[in-house]
């Protein structure tokens, strides 16, 4: 189910990452989003990864964002142990 009010990317374990659900590679990512942010410039944009996600995809992931224009922005990390969100 896509949430209409912010966009959900999901990165994980093995460096996929997932737009709503949709596995994208990180170009795809930014097209996509730079659709969405041109209908809506206001859309919350949420990062979620994987405790095992490397670094490096995150803040690539994240510089995607900021370089189609989101404005709103929020990261979690999802830990495995009692799947406790952390912001």
């Not at 994240?62 to 952390?86: E, H, N, P, W």
């Amino acid at each position: 189910m896509i949430d209409e009010e912010k966009v959900n990317i999901f990165v994980d374990h093995d460096e996929r990452i997932y737009i709503n659900d949709k596995e994208v590679s990180l170009q795809e990512l930014s097209k996509i989003l730079g659709d969405i942010i041109l209908q809506d410039p206001e859309k919350l944009v949420e990062i979620k990864s994987d405790e095992n996600a490397w670094l490096k995809i995150i803040t690539g992931v994240m510089d995607a964002a900021r370089g189609c224009g989101v404005r709103r922005l929020s990261i979690a990390t999802l830990y495995k142990q009692g799947a406790v969100v952390r912001d």
